[in-house]
């Protein structure tokens, strides 16, 4: 159906221009160039699917990215300045190891 | 032994040498905060260097603590390997170090921020242990 009308409309042209001279660029020329549109026409849109592809990965990379933050948060639990600096006073002022406690028993009278 | 003695002396002389020793979020205390008159550019400037910090000091906090438990590992092998215990110790001198230095620039720039009075009244506020809330100035009591 879709190949009859092309030719109808080929012949159409070809009455229509018959009284014309002769264009700069050759009727060949010309008629590759319809060709190639109508084979194009009716090619499956493949930009189309590539970008749905590109949509659906950009939207998976997305959800990836917000797990991902989410669970780095989750990670790292919050802690008061209080506790965090009591912690860092606690370890300052250690004044050794604790793995080499014990040894103070060593120099105890 | 002798290096873990010799790291125990160390570390001692070095607790006993912090100014100003033990350091406590003295900041987060409305009362304390209120009693030292701060204004509202300086609570948001030390706000600010707190906020700063703390990203450093929470590795710093990590770091001492995975190095503590290196060294405890360590002693406890059987045999024990001298070579891995003083890489122990020396990554645990290195934590500390970095505790130290952090904290006291971090104690710097808060004084920095601070008039000689408030200083002054910080320290008569200090409790005896910074686990304990600030009480009133023992002149006071």
């Known amino acids: 159906m879709k190949h009859r ?27 590759a160039q319809r060709r190639n549109i109508y084979r194009r026409i009716g090619e499956p849109r493949r930009q189309l699917w590539a970008l749905r592809w590109a949509l659906s990965a950009a939207m998976l990379l997305v959800l990836a990215g917000g797990f991902a933050f989410e669970r780095l948060h989750k990670t790292a639990p919050a802690i008061s300045d209080e506790q965090l600096f009591s912690d860092l006073s606690d370890m300052e002022q250690r004044a050794e190891p604790k793995a080499i406690q014990p040894m103070h028993g060593l120099f105890e009278e | 032994m002798l290096r873990a003695t010799a790291l125990a002396l160390v570390l001692s002389v070095c607790g006993l040498a912090q100014m100003p020793r033990g350091i ?5 205390r409305p009362e304390l905060a209120k009693n030292l008159n701060l204004s509202p550019a300086q609570r948001q400037q030390i706000r600010a260097t707190v906020q700063q910090y703390r990203p450093h000091l929470l590795n710093v906090r990590s770091e001492v603590n995975r190095a503590e438990q290196e060294l405890a590992v360590q002693f406890d092998r059987n045999p024990v390997d001298p070579a891995k215990a003083n890489e122990a110790i020396a990554r645990l001198v290195d934590a500390r170090s970095d505790l130290t230095r952090t904290l006291s620039e971090l104690s710097l720039k808060l004084r920095l921020v601070l008039t000689d009075q408030q200083w002054q009244e910080l320290q008569r506020r200090r409790p005896a242990s910074a686990a304990e809330p600030p009480g009133e100035p023992p002149d006071q009591k």
């Open chain 1, 5 to 31: 009308d092309e030719t109808d409309f080929e012949n159409w042209l070809r009455e229509q221009t018959r009284s014309l001279g002769e264009p700069e660029v050759s009727q060949d020329f010309l008629a």
């Open chain 2, 24 to 28: 406590y979020a003295w900041w987060s």
